[in-house]
């Protein structure tokens, strides 16, 4: 049992090995369309047709997609987690950051990261509670709570150069 303890302390306590950019694609992007899209209302030729959940197992789905979401906050601000593969560019230089300066800025703040992404956690709480009590109107208004959530992060460090178009330097606040 002594060695077992032993070799678990030099064992890193995580071993993070996605990178921010691939668990924002594959955990909190389509856990997050998943919630805004939950409820809607489009008008066709045959009329209105509203969308919302209605069953229990409907709303067992959407607190699925909700605790998935939330929880990627926590996998995101596991400490050593790269932004993107080496060599990875930003999809648009003209108004996204570099992943290198977004991996500087985090790294230097640690604590704004952490922020942001409890804001996310925090937004999906109040919707998960929408869930919980079945209040389509809830939840449609924590959705916005999460848009902003979201939105305050990538302003902060994917997309800060967004209104600014082409000229000027981004310097981190």
Not at 28 to 43: I, Q
Not at 121 to 150: F, H, M, P, Q, R
């Amino acid at each position: 049992m002594l060695a077992c303890v032993s070799c678990s302390k030099n064992q890193p306590a995580y071993r993070p090995e996605s990178t921010v950019r691939e668990v924002m694609d594959s955990m909190v992007e389509p856990n997050a369309d998943f919630l805004w899209g939950a409820v809607s209302t489009r008008s066709t030729r045959e009329g209105i047709i509203e969308k919302a959940p209605k069953t229990d197992e409907d709303w067992k789905e959407l607190r699925e997609h909700a605790i998935s979401l939330r929880e990627a906050t926590n996998v995101i601000q596991i400490p050593n987690r790269s932004v993107a593969k080496a060599g990875e560019k930003a999809g648009d230089p003209r108004i996204e950051l570099t992943p290198e300066l977004i991996q500087t800025m985090i790294e230097s703040d640690r604590t704004t990261w952490a922020r942001h992404a409890h804001e996310l956690y925090d937004a999906v709480g109040i919707y998960l509670k929408g869930i919980d009590a079945k209040n389509v109107d809830a939840i449609t208004d924590a959705g916005g709570d999460i848009d902003k959530a979201c939105e305050d992060c990538h302003r902060r460090y994917w997309y800060p150069n967004e209104n600014k178009g082409q000229s000027g330097s981004v310097r981190p606040k």
